[in-house]
């Protein structure tokens, strides 16, 4: 069973940091690539940052471009969304996706405050 775990998320102050943790099972981590999700109250989900399987290419959302990093761990079946220079606007809920078995696969989210 595909399971996405989603950890690290919390209260900040703008301009403060956070590092947030997808932890992944019940599929050959190595093989896929992750993304990071994030939806806000009355918003629609968007995509935020994204890494590669193979290469550890990575993909960013223009409004967090220099301030997040995306990163992965094979060894460990996790990736990792560094967040630096937070905005009152990067509050929303966090997740974390994989697409395996032509199925999309979410974690239940981790909630990012910040707070101006």
């Known amino acids: 069973e595909v399971q996405l775990v989603e950890s690290g998320g919390g209260l900040v102050q703008a301009g403060g940091s956070l590092r947030l943790s997808c932890a992944a099972s019940?599929?050959?981590?190595?093989?896929?690539?992750i993304g990071w999700f994030r939806q806000a109250p009355g918003k629609e989900r968007e995509g935020v940052s994204c890494?590669?399987?193979?290469?550890?290419?990575?993909y960013y959302a223009d409004s967090v471009k220099g301030r997040f990093t995306i990163s992965r761990d094979n060894a460990k079946n996790t990736v990792y969304l560094q967040m630096n220079s937070l905005k009152p606007e990067d509050t929303a809920v966090y997740f974390c996706?994989?697409?395996?078995?032509?199925?999309?696969?979410w974690g239940q989210g981790t909630q990012v405050t910040v707070s101006p």
């Open positions: 890494i590669s399987s193979i290469h550890g290419s990575t």
């Open positions: 019940g599929f050959t981590f190595d093989d896929y690539a």
């Open positions: 996706n994989v697409l395996a078995n032509l199925r999309d696969y």
